[in-house]
């Protein structure tokens, strides 16, 4: 069966950091590109970034793009995001997908709580 997992999430004070990871199990992902979605309370998803197959290429949303980073270790099967000087606006919750080209994402993790206290 194949799943992504997301962990790393937790309560941190404003201008802290986090490290998300999403760890995939079934198969390899080293050939996919990933991505990173959040979604704050009442809400949509938003897209956060994507990482290609091999790391040489992310994107991230220019909301974030000073904080936040995305890195993956194919090796592991997981994909992180690093995330500094955190906000109270990045409260959300945190998900994984699998980018399959087109604007289409497929195996959706369970997603992770961050929240950033003031």
């Known amino acids: 069966q194949v799943q992504l997992v997301e962990s790393g999430g937790g309560l941190v004070q404003a201008g802290g950091s986090l490290r998300l990871s999403c760890a995939a199990s079934?198969?390899?992902?080293?050939?996919?590109?990933m991505a990173w979605f959040r979604q704050a309370p009442g809400k949509e998803r938003v897209l956060v970034g994507r990482?290609?197959?091999?790391?040489?290429?992310?994107y991230v949303a220019d909301s974030v793009k000073e904080r936040f980073a995305i890195s993956r270790d194919n090796a592991k099967n997981t994909v992180y995001l690093q995330m500094n000087s955190l906000k109270t606006e990045d409260t959300a919750v945190y998900y994984c997908?699998?980018?399959?080209?087109?604007?289409?994402?497929?195996?959706w993790g369970p997603g992770t709580q961050v929240t950033v206290s003031s």
């Open positions: 997908a699998v980018y399959k080209g087109m604007g289409q994402y497929d195996y």
């Open positions: 079934g198969r390899t992902f080293s050939t996919d590109a």
């Open positions: 990482i290609n197959w091999s790391g040489s290429s992310t």
